[in-house]
């Protein structure tokens, strides 16, 4: 089974996505650290910034499982291949893999090409053959091949014969414009292998997913005999994007049982995926089947006793295979079970202290049923469960705080807050200003009690969330805020609601700092 | 065939969504503007807020195509049907319909539920007897359905088998963990309905989407014969979560030819699963099938041209029939295009006014670059065309406010605002007290503004949005606020960016206002 990654070139297409040349070295590696067999790495000649990609992977790309794969398209119409210069591009990559595309729906061929039947076969079986003559391996991407071999399946075989005729290596049907079903993908191969009389595991599948289908498009062509598969990482690409490579894979190894990966590689995903959306700058999608941040979490109270007896009755495959982890959300639905899971995973055991396990269920009860939500929010959980075992006071108190925000005559905005506090018995007052309301107090505490705890100066507040949970009441609604706060070495989330904004953050931003002392020991 | 939907219910599980019983409301009105056939709107008696969902639902849902569903579980082992409180429970919401589920994976019953195979099937039986006998159409969800018959094919058949004999009208085959693969669930459905000897049209589908393909295996299940088809708006749910029901409901309209939706709600969908996203405060997927705004949109330099001339040989369906349209990446033109198109939408021809419609185009351009958004907001958008047009002017001018959040010694958290304007000539104070600085900015300014215009006291603002742009500078990130007012004839959505979150509410309130004048004409 060849796994054929287009991450580089076809899910570069995606919108929000512009990766640099060395953005492209990077997930290249991280490819092949996954162990796919090929990385189409772009489009020479085409794209001046993919040129330079292959230039530079020449001298600096070493690859331990993957081949690079240069793309381009057949020779244009009445022009000879070996006077193309996108053709003359490919070669000059000197990958020893080209992919190359070809119109094979009529339709295209006459419209968008505005060339003969003919003279489109030509072009394939010339620009293989060239190849081929080259010592290349061909691997011919058949454009728009569902919708032409639905409209037109006599032409559309006839365009997959010229590539075999001429020496390709493997055709690859492309769901170009992402509107096919599974049942539609595997009757057409069935079809065009019993029309071309060759076997096929000589195909290749690439799916777009139009129709929310593309990794299960990918996976009946798997059914039906396909042996070659290309997907990109995450699903990225043009429109809702690519089969995604990973859930791909993990369905054909874990589903199939067909191994395809290099041992030790399928552990890779979660960080593989990952690394390469903090490159394209993507936010990773919490959701996504197998490597999202929550693909293994249970939040259902009912299940949580159950799960924490028997998990295989409630994972469909065991989390750790693919490097990720099972995750138990605290919520308003979870019961006493899930909060000793939960407090387990953080590393405290209330299986001896019944009351405690008691009393922070009831906690966490009302103040979900106030709107408080601990399910994104870690640390503030583990603080109420430390609180609720006496393992952790409050490093100082409030007496009171002022913040005001002014626009003033000049048009400028300043905020500036100003906190009253006692840390170890000495009352300190202190005020700073912010960029905001709610930075201009975390600026005034981490003032204030900066001189006992020198160590907040490390923490960074790296994101900051706001819901309105009651949407009838206008402004007067109740707020919650969710912080995320970073010491470098590890990341936390705290939470914080009130019917005022600035409350809310307050809360949020006490035990962020909270949180963050009990971590370094004074 | 019967459109089920479970975002309110088995789609509240999903990790960070938590709805408030306003929200659970106007979800379901948006679903019954999409035209589905149920509506399951929570778990009553197990989940305080889904009680008050349906209490209030009684009083103030009024649905023009759904039916609204009660969700639980079968009676207790070795209690009466009778005196289980959850039974009763769903019972008392009154709702036509009841959906509850029952275990039928051997295993489950065995471990999980700590009964015997006799007593479960019993469970089923009597509790689908009770609602058949009180006159509630029953569907039974049959819990890790595959998962079981894949187990002990005898023992989940005789599940379906019991509710089915005690009076069932749907038995949903439940893929809980989200493992299935196409090919599994159709080979699945064979097999049951031989060993049942009832027609697969008898049977539902639930399917989570642990393997990606939850769209598809919901679909393989349909071309098996099944009429009933749950699923999640965009996909919200567990884990993965659950199958979208935009893409099931739009494949099985446009791809498979049947019409389940009545007339002019396919065209609801784009708007629908959107306005559902602003309501869970979940950023909506761009790259969403068939409702994502980049769906349809193109990049690839060379198709463009071709596009222009032929869209129907580049996208799998026509992007109109579901409400969305087809973009053009990086071209202007699009920009200027959809932006006349928008206006027209408003009622505002910029067809003849080319010099306004380019300035409107570069005013929105520089601003969305700023992460303004009028997607949500069109009373802002309105506002700046009808600037542009030299249609209307401020009602006022601000000189400056001031707003002041204080924690006080006694534990109260007071906010109050002062607003220095200048309303038609005259120069006006006002200071107000709120329950947060917003509220307390727009009370202010409503004192100042009274007097010459009486009637923004029939305003109200009904909801307050704050998302964070740019999640890399913890509180100093931009942030975008949308405000939506009404004045009981109609709502409006306003919005505001800027760095600091009252001033970006600022902005909003100001736009709300001015709209809100405009509309009453002085």
Redesign the interface.
């Given at each position: 089974m060849q796994i054929f990654d287009t991450t580089l070139r076809d899910g570069a297409?995606?919108?929000?996505i512009s990766y640099s040349v060395a953005d492209k070295l990077a997930v290249a590696r991280l490819l092949d650290e996954f162990g796919v067999g090929f990385i189409e790495g772009g489009w020479p000649g085409a794209m001046p910034k993919d040129t330079e990609f292959f230039r530079r992977a020449r001298e600096e790309l070493e690859l331990k499982h993957a081949k690079l794969v240069a793309f381009g398209s057949t020779r244009k119409a009445g022009v000879h291949v070996e006077e193309d210069p996108l053709v003359r591009a490919m070669l000059d990559t000197l990958t020893p893999v080209v992919c190359f595309f070809a119109k094979s729906?009529i339709?295209?061929v006459e419209?968008?090409l505005r060339t003969t039947p003919e003279e489109n076969l030509a072009m394939v079986h010339d620009t293989v053959s060239f190849f081929v003559a080259n010592g290349r391996r061909v691997f011919l991407d058949c454009e728009?091949f569902f919708d032409g071999f639905r409209y037109d399946p006599d032409y559309a075989t006839e365009v997959a014969r010229a590539a075999f005729g001429a020496g390709a290596e493997r055709v690859v049907l492309c769901d170009t414009?992402?509107?096919m079903?599974?049942?539609w993908i595997s009757a057409a191969i069935g079809d065009l292998t019993a029309r071309l009389g060759v076997s096929p595991s000589l195909l290749g599948i690439h799916c777009q997913?139009?129709?929310?289908?593309a990794?299960?498009?990918t996976?009946?062509a798997v059914?039906a005999g396909v042996e070659h598969v290309q997907g990109t990482a995450n699903?990225y690409g043009?429109?809702?994007?690519n089969a995604?490579i990973f859930?791909v894979v993990?369905?054909i190894q874990l589903?199939?049982g067909r191994t395809v990966l290099p041992d030790g590689c399928l552990e890779q995903m979660v960080r593989v995926s990952h690394a390469i959306a903090e490159i394209a700058n993507i936010?990773p999608d919490?959701?996504?089947?197998?490597v999202?941040a929550?693909?293994?979490?249970?939040?259902?109270g009912?299940h949580a006793?159950?799960i924490k007896?028997?998990p295989v009755?409630?994972?469909?495959?065991d989390p750790i295979v693919v490097g990720n982890d099972m995750k138990i959300?605290v919520?308003?639905?979870a019961g006493r079970a899930s909060i000793e899971l939960k407090s387990r995973e953080l590393g405290l055991d209330l299986a001896g202290r019944p009351e405690v396990a008691a009393s922070v269920t009831d906690q966490v009860k009302q103040r979900e049923?106030e709107g408080w939500?601990y399910?994104?929010a870690d640390a503030s959980f583990e603080l109420l469960v430390r609180g609720a075992l006496g393992e952790i006071t409050s490093p100082f108190t409030?007496?009171?705080?002022?913040?005001?925000?002014?626009?003033?005559?000049d048009g400028a905005?300043v905020?500036e807050g100003t906190v009253k506090v006692r840390v170890r018995g000495e009352r300190i007052i202190a005020t700073a200003e912010?960029?905001?309301?709610?930075?201009a107090l975390?600026e005034a505490l981490r003032t204030a009690l900066s001189k006992h705890f020198p160590q907040l100066a490390s923490l960074?507040?790296?994101?900051?969330?706001?819901?309105?949970?009651?949407?009838?009441h206008?402004?007067?609604?109740i707020?919650r805020v969710l912080l995320?706060t970073t010491d470098d070495l590890t990341t936390w989330v705290t939470v914080g609601v009130?019917?005022?904004?600035?409350?809310a953050?307050?809360h949020a931003l006490v035990d962020a700092l909270t949180y963050g002392l009990s971590r370094t020991k004074t």
């Amino acid at each position: 089974m060849q796994i054929f990654d287009t991450t580089l070139r076809d899910g570069a297409q995606s919108e929000g996505i512009s990766y640099s040349v060395a953005d492209k070295l990077a997930v290249a590696r991280l490819l092949d650290e996954f162990g796919v067999g090929f990385i189409e790495g772009g489009w020479p000649g085409a794209m001046p910034k993919d040129t330079e990609f292959f230039r530079r992977a020449r001298e600096e790309l070493e690859l331990k499982h993957a081949k690079l794969v240069a793309f381009g398209s057949t020779r244009k119409a009445g022009v000879h291949v070996e006077e193309d210069p996108l053709v003359r591009a490919m070669l000059d990559t000197l990958t020893p893999v080209v992919c190359f595309f070809a119109k094979s729906d009529i339709r295209h061929v006459e419209r968008a090409l505005r060339t003969t039947p003919e003279e489109n076969l030509a072009m394939v079986h010339d620009t293989v053959s060239f190849f081929v003559a080259n010592g290349r391996r061909v691997f011919l991407d058949c454009e728009h091949f569902f919708d032409g071999f639905r409209y037109d399946p006599d032409y559309a075989t006839e365009v997959a014969r010229a590539a075999f005729g001429a020496g390709a290596e493997r055709v690859v049907l492309c769901d170009t414009n992402g509107g096919m079903l599974p049942s539609w993908i595997s009757a057409a191969i069935g079809d065009l292998t019993a029309r071309l009389g060759v076997s096929p595991s000589l195909l290749g599948i690439h799916c777009q997913n139009d129709t929310g289908c593309a990794v299960a498009n990918t996976i009946a062509a798997v059914e039906a005999g396909v042996e070659h598969v290309q997907g990109t990482a995450n699903g990225y690409g043009e429109r809702p994007g690519n089969a995604d490579i990973f859930a791909v894979v993990a369905n054909i190894q874990l589903k199939l049982g067909r191994t395809v990966l290099p041992d030790g590689c399928l552990e890779q995903m979660v960080r593989v995926s990952h690394a390469i959306a903090e490159i394209a700058n993507i936010a990773p999608d919490t959701h996504q089947a197998y490597v999202g941040a929550a693909a293994f979490a249970h939040k259902a109270g009912i299940h949580a006793s159950a799960i924490k007896v028997d998990p295989v009755l409630y994972n469909h495959v065991d989390p750790i295979v693919v490097g990720n982890d099972m995750k138990i959300l605290v919520t308003e639905m979870a019961g006493r079970a899930s909060i000793e899971l939960k407090s387990r995973e953080l590393g405290l055991d209330l299986a001896g202290r019944p009351e405690v396990a008691a009393s922070v269920t009831d906690q966490v009860k009302q103040r979900e049923a106030e709107g408080w939500s601990y399910e994104a929010a870690d640390a503030s959980f583990e603080l109420l469960v430390r609180g609720a075992l006496g393992e952790i006071t409050s490093p100082f108190t409030l007496e009171s705080y002022r913040v005001i925000v002014e626009h003033r005559e000049d048009g400028a905005v300043v905020s500036e807050g100003t906190v009253k506090v006692r840390v170890r018995g000495e009352r300190i007052i202190a005020t700073a200003e912010g960029n905001g309301p709610v930075n201009a107090l975390d600026e005034a505490l981490r003032t204030a009690l900066s001189k006992h705890f020198p160590q907040l100066a490390s923490l960074e507040l790296t994101d900051y969330k706001v819901r309105i949970l009651e949407g009838s009441h206008g402004t007067g609604a109740i707020t919650r805020v969710l912080l995320e706060t970073t010491d470098d070495l590890t990341t936390w989330v705290t939470v914080g609601v009130h019917e005022n904004v600035v409350e809310a953050s307050w809360h949020a931003l006490v035990d962020a700092l909270t949180y963050g002392l009990s971590r370094t020991k004074t």
